[in-house]
């Protein structure tokens, strides 16, 4: 296995889905057309049998391991340690979440205009471009 076969300079952009007992994620590859460069999911999160699974494209290399995940935020360093392991975390210059709660104000799908009203969330957000 090449662990260094996919850090690379170039900027990437992690999507990120969280759900209630899950986190999946995928990172891309930007400057030109967008390239999946590994995705994967850690689920089961709250259970004994926790899970990160993960497929590497480039390595083309799958792997699955148990983890401690008692709750989401433990699941952040293992992220972390993976993204850096795989591409060095400096190459993500952005990341996404799915949100999926409009509440009775949205109920049509739509982008994020005004970020700033999310401003709280800003704080559990660790991993900052060019770190």
Same mark, same amino acid.
Request: aromatic share 4%; net charge positive.
């Given at each position: 296995?090449?662990?260094? =076969?996919?850090?690379? /300079? ?7 889905? *969280?759900?209630? #007992? #899950?986190?999946?994620?995928?990172? @891309? ?9 590994? @995705?994967?999911?850690?689920? &089961?999160? *709250? %259970?004994?049998? =926790? ?6 494209? %480039? !390595? /083309? ?9 008692? /709750? ?5 360093? %293992?992220?972390?340690? %993976?993204?850096?392991?795989?591409? *060095?975390?400096? !190459? ?10 409009? *509440?009775?104000? @949205?109920?049509?799908? &739509? ?10 969330? !800003? ?9």
């Amino acid at each position: 296995m090449k662990e260094s =076969a996919m850090k690379s /300079n170039k900027a990437s952009v992690l999507a990120i889905n *969280g759900g209630s #007992s #899950s986190i999946k994620f995928v990172l @891309y590859q930007t400057g030109g057309p967008l390239e999946r460069r590994l @995705y994967g999911k850690i689920d &089961r999160i *709250g %259970l004994s049998d =926790a899970r990160l699974s993960f497929t590497d494209v %480039l !390595a /083309n290399q799958s792997d699955e391991r148990m983890i401690d995940a008692p /709750n989401h935020v433990a699941c952040v360093p %293992l992220l972390v340690e %993976l993204l850096e392991k795989k591409t *060095g975390v400096s !190459a993500v210059s952005a990341i996404g979440h799915r949100v999926v709660h409009g *509440g009775p104000r @949205y109920r049509e799908p &739509r982008p994020h205009r005004r970020a700033e009203r999310h401003r709280p969330l !800003a704080g559990s957000i660790h991993v900052q471009p060019g770190s």
